[in-house]
């Protein structure tokens, strides 16, 4: 069963809407931010990330977005053009807005955190009219992403994203990527949550993003199976539910539920595990493969990118990932 468009006329197999930024990762691992001198440069945001890890597999892919007219902004379309990514739909912003900073904090493989600098940031002042109807006509995929919902007229554009991809048959992915510090409160947060995902085919997410979808239903009891259940009313036809290392779990709109584990990585930190997962994920549905071998795909990918120092460079090609997979198997065996 195909869970994505398989449009064979279209151009593009998968196009992001939203958020490009700047990582800027702790050189100095197991140490606090407080005592880290020096960071590394990369470009981010989940969006962007997913999108590397589509094109470094293989599929042909896009961005819709905005950037700042200075030297970062710069950096960050010039490295998606190196990795293969149609820019045409980026815009340079001229209000004289900045790009987002993530700096990374890593002070042991489990104890990561992420100071955003998000203030007038250029990612989210994209207008609707900024919005090309012939470019998502020509993808299978879009995917949006939480974050580019939390302000106008960011929020206003990717609705207008959504309703050119319903209008052209374009499979919409939702990954939540939700950042608290973006939002004003969890009311807000929670209504265009559920109204971007009203119209989404796949919806990804982690436990917590989904309870925090869930904060203005009032309910006496939660789970898995009944959050999956709602979207199915909807547009889903997927829902994926991770839970870090316990591995995630993904429904079907047939009822079928499917699991999948996570694979053993000598872990350097925790950020970049759900943009690689995604990206490793989608690119099995667009393979045409079942979902559990879908999720055993994406999990082999967030292993190889929690392993290393960065996000978008680590992500793998699809050779990288089933030599991966291939290896770890092999090692369960002896």
Avoid at 99 to 127: H, Q, W
Avoid at 201 to 206: A, E, F, N, S, V
Wanted: net charge negative; proline share 2%; glycine share 6%.
């Amino acid at each position: 069963m195909s869970y994505l468009s398989t449009h064979a006329d279209r151009s593009l197999d998968f196009i992001a809407i939203g958020r490009l930024c700047i990582d800027l990762n702790a050189n100095e691992i197991n140490r606090p931010m407080e005592e880290t001198v020096t960071f590394t440069k990369y470009v981010g945001g989940s969006p962007a990330n997913i999108t590397i890890g589509m094109a470094r597999m293989g599929l042909k892919a896009g961005f819709i977005g905005k950037v700042a007219d200075d030297q970062m902004g710069r950096f960050i379309v010039s490295y998606l053009e190196r990795n293969q990514i149609n820019t045409d739909e980026i815009v340079t912003d001229h209000t004289g807005a900045v790009t987002g900073l993530a700096f990374t904090e890593i002070k042991s493989p489990t104890d990561c955190s992420i100071l955003m600098y998000r203030d007038n940031v250029a990612d989210l002042l994209l207008r609707p009219e900024e919005v090309s109807e012939a470019y998502i006509a020509s993808a299978k995929v879009l995917l949006i992403s939480g974050t580019a919902l939390a302000q106008s007229p960011s929020r206003e554009a990717v609705f207008v994203a959504l309703d050119f991809a319903k209008k052209h048959g374009v499979s919409i992915v939702f990954d939540l990527d939700y950042r608290p510090y973006t939002w004003t409160s969890k009311e807000e947060t929670a209504t265009y949550y559920n109204l971007a995902a009203e119209k989404c085919d796949i919806i990804i997410g982690t436990r917590e993003e989904f309870d925090m979808m869930e904060a203005l239903e009032r309910r006496t009891e939660s789970s898995d199976a009944l959050t999956a259940a709602k979207w199915f009313g909807y547009s889903a036809r997927l829902v994926i539910i991770k839970h870090g290392k316990a591995g995630s779990i993904a429904y079907t709109h047939d009822g079928l539920s499917h699991t999948a584990a996570s694979f053993p990585a000598k872990v350097v930190k925790t950020f970049g595990a759900g943009d690689s997962y995604a990206a490793g994920f989608l690119y099995g549905l667009m393979q045409n493969w079942t979902v559990e071998k879908s999720m055993e795909f994406g999990s082999g990918a967030a292993s190889i990118v929690v392993s290393s120092h960065s996000c978008s460079d680590a992500m793998p090609t699809a050779s990288e990932v089933e030599s991966y997979i291939t290896r770890c198997k092999f090692e369960e065996m002896k």
